[in-house]
């Protein structure tokens, strides 16, 4: 794990075109599928490794996110010492980043153990939702799991309580995070495991301040529009979907696990998909040549990095 010091974070970026700097940075992460004592998941996948090396990458960032969420399928098998395996894992890279962890539950979690490990609350089967204030920016967290079952819903009483939360709007709006995504798979068989009553869920945010929909679930990255609100799917950090193979044979590979780097600005968010590698790289830009950069007109910019040589 790399242990990333405090002054070494990312100075205030500066403004070189249009848009000023992101109002808020959001880490988005989902399905790690960590089972109890580090087992491999399927016989197969080292689920605690492929994490370790995520928060690895998380911390290359060199930023201070706003947050770091987890869009369910948390542990494989809801085993407490899953999760406690998770929370070790995470939350010292949270604290280095300054960041608060948002937990939210997918199909392979239980309610009971993820309270108890996770949050430090009573072990209880209600759904798992909650409001985070980000400087401005509201995250409120769904639970689309259904106990005992992997498809996905929203309850009348859960959809109630999210049209409350949203009643009043938020200064930079609301970003609602679940497991299941209101979009139809590329696996067509996927879908039996979807979100159900999506009209209903649609008509709750219906004219409220939501900006986006972020969520986990198809192991894969993909982005779709609900209700006409953007959604973006992260990948998973246990395996992903090998997409190159034809959508009725599309079976899990350990290769190309990734998660999304979310920026929010005053007109848009961004859902940036970011590779867990370590691939050597060039070496032209630096923080060096964005100083010289800053240190120029924006005239002098174009000159030097614009126009092409003659």
């Known amino acids: 794990m790399v242990d990333t010091p405090t002054d070494a974070v990312a100075a205030t970026p500066v403004q070189f075109g249009r848009y ?12 790690t599928h960590l089972l109890d004592g580090g087992r491999l998941l399927g016989g197969r996948y080292d689920t605690a490794a492929n994490l370790a090396r995520t928060l690895g990458a998380l911390e290359r960032l060199s930023i201070r996110p706003d947050a770091i969420v987890f869009t369910g399928d948390l542990t494989d ?4 010492g899953a999760y406690t395996a ?25 309610r009971s153990a993820l309270r108890a490990g996770l949050l430090d609350a009573p072990p ?10 980000l400087g401005g920016l509201r ?39 679940l497991h299941h995504p209101p979009l139809p798979s590329h696996i067509p068989f996927f879908d039996i495991l979807e979100l159900r009553h999506q009209d209903e869920f649609a008509a709750g ?3 409220s301040d939501v900006r986006a929909i972020i969520a986990g679930h198809l192991h894969y990255s993909t982005a779709g529009t609900f209700a006409g609100i953007p959604v ?14 034809p959508p009725a044979e599309v079976n899990g590979m350990d290769a190309g696990q990734s998660f999304h780097l979310v920026h929010v600005y005053d007109d848009t ?12 790289t060039a070496d032209y830009f630096s923080a060096e040549w964005i100083e010289r950069m800053a240190a120029l007109s924006p005239q002098e910019r174009l000159e030097a990095f614009s126009r092409k040589p003659v």
Do not use: F, K
């Not at 070790?88 to 979690?109: K, S």
């Not at 992997?150 to 939360?165: E, F, K, M, S, T």
């Open 77 to 80: 098998l809801g085993e407490p």
């Open 20 to 31: 000023a700097p992101a109002q808020r940075t959001i880490l988005h992460l989902s399905d």
């Open 86 to 110: 998770l929370r070790a894992a995470v939350e010292p890279v949270a604290a280095r980043l300054g960041a608060p962890v948002i937990w939210v539950a997918g199909n392979h979690d239980e």
């Open 205 to 207: 945010i219906a004219g």
């Open 139 to 177: 995250l409120v967290a769904l639970d689309s799991t259904v106990p005992g079952w992997h498809h996905g819903d929203l309850d009348p009483a859960q959809l109630d309580w999210l049209r409350a939360v949203l009643s009043e709007p938020a200064p930079l709006g609301t970003i609602l995070a």
């Open 124 to 133: 209880t089967d209600e759904p798992v939702m909650g409001v985070w204030d």
């Open 232 to 245: 973006s799917v992260a990948s998973a950090t246990c395996y992903t979907m090998n997409l190159q193979r």
């Open 269 to 280: 968010i961004t859902h940036a998909v970011v590779p867990v590698v370590e691939e050597a």
